[in-house]
Each structure stands twice: as C-alpha cells, then as structure tokens.
C-alpha cells in the first residue's frame, strides 16, 4: 500500500478520504505547498521530526512558525534535534515533503502547535511530497488520535 492510500484509509472513517489532493507539481516545501494550493504559506500546516527522549515526535505548524528553543526545551526537556534527511521516512513512515500527522509509523508521537489555531482551515501533506487535505484546526486534532496541542514556536506575526 501506497503513503498517500494508507492516508485515505486512515481519514475514510472521518470522511476526509475524498478530500485528500493530489498535485501535479510538488508540495514538498511551504513555498511550493501554497503555490500548488493557492494559498497563503502561513496556512501550509507543516509537519517537522524530531529525537525526544520519548522517541520519535511530529510536530505540526503553520507554514510561518519556527521552533523556538527556549519553548522546545521547556517542553520536552531537551534542545530540538531534527531527524536527518535519511532518517525521515524510516522511522516516520514517510518521505520528506511529504510527512503527515496521520497514520504515522508505530510509536510517533503527534503534537499539534497552537500557531495553527490562528487559521479557520489549514493544509497538512497526505504522506507523499505532492499531496494535502484542508482541515480546520479542531478537526485535525480530533483526527490525529493522542495527539496533544503545545506551544514551541515563534512566528513572524508574533515577532512583530
């Protein structure tokens, strides 16, 4: 089975299935994601990997946001340390450009970054580097079973 169908699996019981886009351009970064979609980067809900003490974490934000690692380390008790490129899609299940908060490999944790509440809907990957879904921010953690919302970010808005 494909990234992007175990997706669709995974979102048919929410009736999402039929919502998952598909591109034929690449989504694999904010800049292209919001072209492709014709949207706003801001609302591209990029999702970035982490090494936690825990494990392995997903952390999804606005297009915007950067990790701020004051925040990152109040939170999880360690300085941020992103997976590397060859790292990614084995132990997140999917490839870089298109990591996604749902259906990720066994034992990913999934946190949902308050920047993303800003937005009525936003536009996270389907698992492949030329896919998305719009969802609304309520609607993505409901989704994402036993993710949690945190707030380890900084934006440009917030910055002023």
Request: charged content about 25%.
């Amino acid at each position: 089975m494909t990234a992007i169908d175990r997706v669709r699996e995974y979102l048919a019981p929410y009736g999402l299935k039929d919502g998952v886009m598909e591109f034929t351009v690449s989504s694999a970064t904010v800049a292209l994601a919001a072209v492709a979609l014709g949207t706003e980067e801001e609302r591209i809900a990029k999702t970035l990997s982490f090494h936690t003490k825990e494990g392995i974490a997903l952390i999804v934000m606005a297009g915007d946001a950067k990790i701020d690692n004051h925040k990152y380390k109040e939170r999880f008790a360690t300085k941020a340390k992103m997976l590397t490129f060859e790292e990614v899609e084995p132990l997140t299940g999917y490839p870089v450009g298109g990591v996604c908060p749902f259906a990720p490999a066994e034992g990913v944790k999934v946190y949902l970054d308050v920047s993303l509440r800003r937005f009525e809907t936003v536009f996270p990957a389907c698992g492949t580097p030329a896919s998305a879904v719009e969802i609304t921010p309520d609607r993505l953690a409901a989704v994402c079973e036993g993710c949690e919302w945190i707030d380890v970010t900084k934006t440009a808005e917030a910055n002023g």
